[in-house]
Every structure is written in structure tokens, then in C-alpha cells.
């Protein structure tokens, strides 16, 4: 019989993380302060909660949903067609193609160990091409501590550390087993 876990409040009812909308562009805290000075802001919000948008704050967001802005002016962009453009080392462009999907590199059944090696952020920016971003969740207790105090090294040090194999301490590489 498999074992599930399941998070659960004091009162021993089950709960869930979910996503939800706090600010749309024109009551995030940027457009706010741009608006008004500190003064007539606390009066504003004090007097009718203009950092609220009653149709939208609250509202579930799923894992699955995903805006594009427009870098301009920070509104949702529509119709958008993802481009991956490639530089040469003076920067200049090189190509302009449809991203290339490669395989995940990340294969539970191997187990991962830091490797020890801090990469400075703004080292690893001007030395590395970052292609897709992955998420890493916890599964229990014991995992939520590793990764907890994981980013918190990582964020003190502002740096990136590479995860490696047990077996072989080389990088994580491209893996043909995960689907």
C-alpha cells in the first residue's frame, strides 16, 4: 500500500499551498508610489484601499497560467510568439530561432549532493546561458529543511552552487530517462 503525506492545520483539516492574485499593475506597489507622494498615498489607502482591485485580489492562479509583459510598459502582451536569440562573445546578434526544448536533467532516481562550489551571481549572468529555469518542491519535512537552508545560504552568499551525482561529482547533465 503506497504512503501519502499531506499537510494539515492544528485543527487536523487538510490545507494546500494555492496561488493568488495580490496587486495588478495598476495597484502593485510601483504604480502606487509613482502616483502619489508617501503622504497622500497613506491618506489614500487609509480613506478607500486603492491598493486593492476587488475583481481581481484573491483570485486562484493555477500553476499552469503564464502572463507575458510588455518590457515597455509592463502590460499583459497577446499573441506573443517565444524567440530565443543567440549573441556572439562582442554581443552582437548572432541568431534568432524557435527555442530548442532539451531533455530535463534532473533524475530522481540518482541521488544529488552539493558540489561545494559557489558561483557568483554576477559571474555565473556573464558566463553561463540560463535556457529554462526548474522549480525545485519539497516532499516532506525532512526535504523542506535541505532546500530551506539551501536558499538561504545561497541568498546570503548571493551566489549559485552546482548540484552534483554521488557517484561521479560531475555536473547534472542532459538524461534521456525522465519524461
Request: aromatic share 8%; hydrophobic share 35%; with cysteine.
Amino acid at each position: 500500500m503506497p504512503v501519502t503525506s499531506s499537510y494539515v492545520d492544528s485543527r487536523g483539516q487538510r490545507v494546500q499551498n494555492t496561488r493568488c492574485v495580490k496587486a495588478t499593475l495598476k495597484t502593485n506597489y510601483q504604480a502606487l508610489t509613482a502616483a502619489r507622494m508617501p503622504e497622500e498615498l497613506s491618506a489614500a489607502i487609509i480613506a478607500g484601499d486603492p491598493e486593492l482591485h476587488l475583481e481581481q485580489f484573491g483570485r486562484f492562479v493555477s500553476s499552469n497560467s503564464r502572463i507575458y509583459l510588455n518590457r515597455e510598459t509592463d502590460e499583459p502582451a497577446y499573441g506573443v510568439v517565444v524567440r530565443e536569440l543567440v549573441y556572439d562573445l562582442d554581443g552582437s546578434l548572432k541568431q534568432e530561432r524557435a527555442p530548442k526544448q532539451s531533455a530535463r536533467n534532473v533524475v530522481l532516481a540518482k541521488p544529488r549532493k552539493w558540489s561545494g562550489r559557489m558561483i557568483p551571481k554576477q559571474k555565473a549572468q556573464s558566463h553561463f546561458g540560463f535556457a529554462h529555469i526548474m522549480e525545485l518542491s519539497h516532499i516532506d519535512g525532512l526535504t523542506y529543511d535541505f532546500l530551506y537552508g539551501m536558499a538561504r545560504e545561497l541568498e546570503e552568499r548571493d551566489s549559485f552552487m552546482l548540484l552534483v551525482h554521488l557517484t561521479n561529482l560531475e555536473p547534472l547533465g542532459s538524461s534521456d530517462q525522465c519524461r
